[in-house]
């Protein structure tokens, strides 16, 4: 899960294997989700959405899902692979706004060869 | 395809210079946005600009100034620099400010000395 702390959560996982990522979010009348990834010295890269309206949404080795009862979001991705090895994060806003997304702090994950 | 360009990468400044971080995007997006990222800590609105012509402030806009210069650029300006500003500064934009895909720049490391 994410963490306000100084030393991001880290996890390691064997290439080929599958990562689960958890985020707990804060505000229950958040309605819009996001994962980005971010890659060491980089900027932050839009991975996937999911609205409130739905409970799991599939990209390309990636899936999101949704549960609002305990206001938690989980990243999936399947056959982790060495280039996905970086900073992983929600954000979260009340009616979509872009300007008003809340950003958590991250997860590290590490893939191991 | 550059999508947000940020200079500088890097900078040092001593307390009380000034100088302005530089954005701009060629993907015709409406708004855009300055964020600054510290260890431990999510991303934090500084300035955002929702459409040409109009900028608000964040959640952290003391310090800093602002300017939408055209469509394509965003400019951040710390008029006198402190070292609490030390951190690492993203510029990005978004075709519109409602459920957008947010397109983060590479990022600008600031240390204020």
């Known amino acids: 899960g994410e963490s306000v702390g100084l030393h991001l959560p880290t996890l390691s996982v064997q290439e080929g294997d599958n990562s689960i990522i958890n985020c707990a979010y804060s505000?229950?009348?958040?309605?819009?989700f996001i994962w980005y990834k971010q890659e060491s010295g980089k900027g932050p890269q839009f991975i996937i959405d999911?609205?409130?309206?739905?409970d799991k949404r599939q990209g390309q080795r990636v899936t999101v899902l949704l549960n609002k009862t305990v206001k938690h979001l989980s990243l999936q991705i399947a056959a982790t692979q060495p280039g996905d090895s970086a900073v992983y994060f929600c954000?979260?806003?009340?009616?979509?706004?872009?300007?008003?997304?809340?950003f958590g702090t991250g997860t590290l994950l590490a893939v191991q060869p | 395809n550059a999508g947000v360009t940020q200079t500088p990468k890097f900078q040092v400044l001593k307390t009380g210079q000034s100088m302005t971080l530089q954005c701009a995007q060629d993907?015709?997006?409406?708004?855009m946005y300055w964020y600054r990222q510290d260890p431990g800590m999510g991303l934090r609105l500084i300035y955002y600009?929702?459409?040409?012509?109009?900028?608000d402030k964040g959640e952290v806009p003391n310090g800093y100034n602002v300017s939408r210069l055209n469509k394509r650029e965003f400019s951040l300006r710390l008029e006198s620099a402190a070292p609490s500003q030390t951190s690492v500064y993203f510029c990005?934009?978004?075709?519109?400010?409602?459920?957008?895909?947010?397109?983060f720049g590479e990022g600008s490391w600031l240390t204020v000395v």
């Open positions: 990005a934009s978004s075709e519109a400010q409602v459920e957008n895909t947010i397109y």
């Open positions: 505000n229950s009348a958040s309605d819009y």
């Open positions: 999911i609205r409130s309206n739905m």
């Open positions: 954000a979260e806003s009340a009616g979509g706004a872009t300007n008003k997304l809340i």
């Open positions: 993907m015709n997006h409406n708004s």
């Open positions: 600009s929702a459409s040409e012509g109009t900028t």
